[in-house]
């Protein structure tokens, strides 16, 4: 990639790893879904009103949606609230980059090589040991909802690619339509009208906050780019960037939650980074002189 969109995929990175911390903090004391389902109408509203469509089929639209923003992030702020550390979070949703060599490659047809194939199976081995190494000291159930929003945003990243969508703020604000009604219906159902009557009552200023950055930072100009740089560039020249998310994210949780991982978890954590690093980062060939075969 050029390295202006380089710059901007790190931007992101950034962005996104102090998500984490964000949203651990900020929803504490509101139903995790209710929490999305504001944050998504902030992403939506008023912005739809005077963003053209995207240039995409709707079907397209409603899958990124469902899949990059519903799915990944419904499950992500129900794992937090069941006790996912917000580093680990941060680590754990990574394995979004296997995910989507994986399915670009069974979807779109994007070429697999041999040295994927072997980071896949590294990370994958790297995950289930930082699942192992978590479920030593806490319940093993919100690092498998974790990994299922990393799954989700992996469907999504496949979507977003083969959509081509020139605009990658339309496709934010369009698809986060999908959002805010089928969580605020889930919270209702999930944690009552009495409970979600007293979160909006006490919807204080950190709150406020952390939907203000996670609406803004992380879903308007962090999609806005990342959708983007994949509507230009091959997911596998643009998801390796996102390995400095958890850089960023356990950075953050040991500074404001001094939250430092196990042992073994640190192994699992450079597991799975390690494969995902071989799967994604690829190699540039060098320049063929005039008149070499290519």
């Not at 995790?32 to 995409?56: E, K, N, Q």
């Not at 469902?66 to 680590?91: E, I, K, T, V």
């Not at 540039?284 to 002189?289: F, G, T």
Request: glycine share 10%; aromatic share 8%; hydrophobic share 60%.
């Amino acid at each position: 990639m050029p390295a202006r969109d380089s710059a901007l995929a790190v931007l992101v990175a950034v962005l996104w790893g102090l998500n984490f911390v964000i949203i651990d903090e900020g929803m504490s004391g509101v139903p995790p879904l209710l929490f999305l389902a504001v944050r998504f109408a902030f992403v939506a509203f008023p912005l739809v009103l005077f963003v053209p469509r995207p240039g995409a089929r709707w079907q397209s639209v409603v899958a990124v949606g469902a899949f990059m923003s519903l799915g990944q992030f419904s499950l992500l702020y129900l794992g937090l609230a069941a006790g996912m550390p917000s580093g680990l979070a941060s680590l754990v949703l990574q394995a979004q980059v296997i995910f989507t060599i994986v399915l670009a490659w069974a979807a779109l047809g994007e070429r697999t090589a041999t040295r994927q194939v072997i980071g896949v199976v590294v990370g994958a081995a790297g995950l289930l040991l930082v699942a192992i190494a978590h479920g030593l000291r806490a319940p093993v159930l919100p690092v498998v909802i974790t990994i299922g929003a990393a799954f989700s945003w992996a469907v999504g990243n496949v979507v977003a690619r083969q959509a081509k969508v020139s605009s990658g703020l339309s496709l934010v604000v369009w698809s986060a339509l999908v959002v805010p009604v089928p969580c605020l219906l889930l919270s209702l159902l999930v944690d009552g009208p009495a409970a979600i009557a007293d979160a909006v009552s006490a919807f204080g200023w950190g709150a406020a906050a952390s939907t203000a950055y996670t609406a803004i930072g992380a879903s308007l100009i962090g999609y806005t780019i990342f959708n983007g740089l994949l509507s230009r560039h091959p997911a596998g020249s643009v998801v390796p960037f996102i390995l400095l998310v958890p850089v960023v994210g356990i950075a953050a949780a040991w500074a404001v939650q001094d939250e430092v991982p196990t042992p073994l978890e640190a192994v699992g954590a450079v597991v799975m980074m390690t494969g995902v690093a071989i799967a994604s980062i690829t190699r540039r060939r060098p320049p063929v002189a005039l008149g070499e075969p290519s």
